[in-house]
């Protein structure tokens, strides 16, 4: 067993060998919690949840630690126009990206930690670095000198004149060079904020990451990961930050995932195409969008639409169909006959090549194909007169198996009894009068998945269904 992955400080797919044997620590950045995350801040929970389950499948233990930034200048303004505050705000946002991304079938990390949970170490972190010279205090700003890191732009692959005439930087009189970044921000008038050895205040975004980073996986991590869009300035003043202290590697690789366009234009609130996961799991089987996201490869654009979706819905469904029929032979047949030895060497021929793809760069795209022949196979062994009791195991074993790896899950849903229906009904609607939303609001999801439409009558709520 060898895994290639592809590292953007490099350029190049390298083997990958963690710092301690059987062991991963790996580091992926989280969202600002201001709003209801939209399907591009959805692709890298999917992606390295992925990375993570194969790791796993391939028998490694993975430390997986994703932070929140819940205080911001985004989630400032958001409170401010809600009329809240940033840690109400904060917490309905969190709550919300859980209940989105656990319904597209990610697991938790092992830690999420909080920026504001962290203050104190932020803090420290920031104090080593003006102690080494590398970061200064400025009428109760804390600036890093990005110039005096002679390795910046070793991630972006550009020298740092060249990142200067890219970047968009804003005149600041209070830097003692355009370039610097901030570190700590002295607070304004009516913002939250803590107390700091350069004023009342608040971090900075960048610091933020390399000071949680090296509290919970130590000075050097296996594995760095995030969207594209983060690799510069983000993760370049991570390596820039985090490097300056310690002296040693930040990361040792770096996984970025490709864009989300929206029929092929770049989404924009502008543009009327901002597409929000939480609508779209209202209308669509979350794993349709999961099998959807993992259909491309994880470094390449991938390109939303409905006709897209709708398209990966029915190769799900071709999969779960496939799946389904094998258990309605072993469960309807009479009789079963010895197994067929030929058929167990292609059931693990696919296993072979599912793990083979995923070896080489989490390929989801090639082992999502491996499951479609897996399908073919299944299909063509249940045109058979006599079937085995084994084989039939030995093919849903594997579906359950490799899918497990990708986070779907293929076994179709048991139908729910009117019974049942009423009983959910009844339980939301007591829910609604304790006033506990989420419950209700769950069981509404939950009815939905199961294509039940709720109307409320004058006599109360009927339900069909779709």
């Not at 391939?58 to 630690?65: A, F, H, I, N, T």
């Not at 109760?140 to 968009?168: C, M, N, P, W």
């Not at 469904?317 to 389904?324: A, K």
């Not at 058929?343 to 021929?349: A, G």
Request: glycine content about 6%; hydrophobic content about 35%.
């Amino acid at each position: 067993m060898s895994i290639q992955l592809y590292n953007t400080v490099t350029r190049n797919k390298e083997l990958f060998t963690p710092i301690e044997e059987g062991k991963v620590s790996m580091y992926v950045c989280g969202p600002t919690v201001y709003n209801y995350i939209h399907i591009g801040n959805a692709r890298p929970p999917i992606v390295f949840d992925t990375v993570r389950r194969h790791l796993e499948y391939r028998g490694y233990d993975v430390k997986y630690v994703s932070n929140f930034t819940d205080v911001d200048d985004k989630l400032i303004r958001a409170a401010n126009e809600l009329g809240e505050d940033v840690p109400t705000v904060a917490e309905r946002f969190i709550e919300a990206f859980f209940n989105d991304v656990e319904a597209l079938g990610c697991k938790r990390g092992t830690e999420h930690p909080r920026v504001t949970e962290n203050i104190d170490l932020i803090i420290e972190f920031i104090e080593a670095l003006i102690e080494k010279g590398y970061a200064y205090e400025s009428a109760g700003d804390v600036y890093y000198r990005t110039r005096k890191f002679k390795d910046y732009g070793k991630l972006s692959h550009q020298s740092i004149d060249e990142l200067r005439i890219g970047a968009r930087i804003e005149s600041d009189e209070r830097k003692d060079d355009e370039l610097d970044f901030v570190l700590w921000k002295a607070a304004k008038e009516g913002e939250i904020s803590w107390e700091s050895p350069w004023g009342n205040g608040r971090p900075g975004w960048h610091i933020e990451c390399s000071a949680m980073a090296r509290k919970y996986l130590g000075d050097t991590i296996d594995i760095h990961a995030g969207g594209q869009d983060l690799a510069f300035p983000h993760h370049e003043n991570e390596i820039a930050q985090s490097e300056a202290l310690t002296g040693k590697s930040f990361a040792n690789y770096w996984m970025h995932n490709g864009y989300i366009n929206i029929d092929n234009e770049k989404m924009s609130k502008s543009l009327g195409n901002f597409v929000l996961v939480n609508d779209i799991l209202k209308q669509h089987d979350p794993q349709v969008l999961r099998f959807f996201m993992l259909s491309v490869h994880y470094r390449h654009p991938i390109n939303y639409n409905l006709d897209l979706l709708n398209a990966a819905k029915s190769g799900l469904e071709r999969i779960r169909t496939s799946y389904d029929n094998l258990l309605h032979r072993k469960q309807s047949s009479a009789e079963l006959t010895d197994s067929n030895g030929e058929w167990l060497k292609v059931i693990q021929k696919n296993k072979d090549a599912f793990g083979e793809a995923m070896d080489d760069d989490f390929n989801t795209a090639n082992a999502i194909s491996v499951l479609f022949e897996l399908s073919s196979q299944a299909n063509l062994y249940l045109r058979e007169k006599n079937t085995s009791g084994e084989v039939i195991d030995a093919f849903t074993a594997a579906f359950d198996e490799l899918a497990a790896v990708l986070g779907l899950s293929i076994a179709k849903q048991k139908e729910l009894l009117d019974e049942d229906i009423e009983a959910l009904i009844q339980k939301r609607e007591q829910a609604r009068k304790d006033r506990d939303f989420k419950t209700a609001d769950a069981i509404r999801d939950q009815l939905k998945e199961q294509n039940i439409l709720l109307e409320d009558t004058a006599q109360g709520i009927r339900w069909r269904r779709g």
